[in-house]
């Protein structure tokens, strides 16, 4: 069975780089026709997706968030992994991994990790 | 860049309605859109893809339809544990969600 588990810390200051590992097990990252990438939800708000990356390791992100995203891969961990930079308290969210099928379809998640950016 | 938007934004319905919500776009659309629940402090589960292909393990009284900008899930029977918030999703946007309350 699927499974994806989000680590890193739960508080990053104003201005530095959040840092996320989402840890699969139960499949492999270098499948092919999957797409491995990141959610987020502000406290209380709606979903946003961010980006991803496949097994080609290509990577797609959210037009908005492009500047300040890089989501990359460990194969050999069977992990990947997300930066955001230069944060702001708003995005302090919950921030969910994830596979997705093919066209967005987000068939297994993460359980989650709340970030909060604060000095 | 495509706005999703949904209707209603709350509804209150009682175990046994019959439950349809709007997701609208901004302009026409290919029938990429998915539907997810989401329960308090849970990551979200997806029900519907491709507008109307139901996810495996997804109950039957879960259907989605719809094409162009508009596009409706359909819940035929509400069951205690449907009581949660909807997105709709089409590639990187999501929808502001329904929240469905007893």
């Known amino acids: 069975q699927l499974q994806l588990q989000e680590s890193g810390p739960g508080l990053v200051k104003p201005s530095e780089t959040l840092s996320l590992t989402c840890t699969v097990s139960?499949?492999?990252?270098?499948?092919?026709?999957?797409?491995w990438g990141w959610v987020r939800q502000p406290p209380g708000k709606g979903l946003e997706w961010i980006g991803s990356?496949?097994?080609?390791?290509?990577?797609y992100y959210k037009p908005s968030l492009k500047s300040r995203v890089t989501i990359s891969a460990d194969t050999s961990k069977n992990q990947f992994s997300l930066r955001l930079y230069s944060v702001t308290a708003a995005d302090t969210a919950v921030y969910f991994c994830?596979?997705?099928?093919?066209?967005?379809?987000?068939?297994?998640w993460g359980q989650g990790t709340l970030v909060t950016v604060s000095s | 860049d495509i706005q999703l938007t949904q209707s209603p934004s709350s509804l209150s319905a009682s175990v046994g309605d019959r439950v349809t919500f709007t997701c609208r776009a901004s302009?026409?659309?290919?029938?990429?859109l998915n539907w997810y629940q989401q329960k308090p402090g849970k990551a979200p589960n997806l029900l519907i893809f491709?507008?109307?292909s139901l996810q495996s393990g997804v109950p039957s009284r879960f259907s989605g339809s719809g094409s162009g900008t508009d596009f409706t899930l359909t819940i035929t029977s509400l069951q205690p544990d449907d009581f949660a918030t909807y997105y709709c999703?089409?590639?990187?946007?999501f929808g502001p969600g329904t929240k469905v309350e007893i």
């Open positions: 990356i496949d097994n080609s390791r290509s990577t």
């Open positions: 999703q089409l590639s990187h946007a």
């Open positions: 994830a596979r997705d099928f093919g066209n967005h379809r987000i068939d297994c």
């Open positions: 302009q026409s659309i290919s029938r990429s």
């Open positions: 139960g499949g492999s990252i270098s499948s092919s026709g999957y797409y």
């Open positions: 491709g507008a109307s």
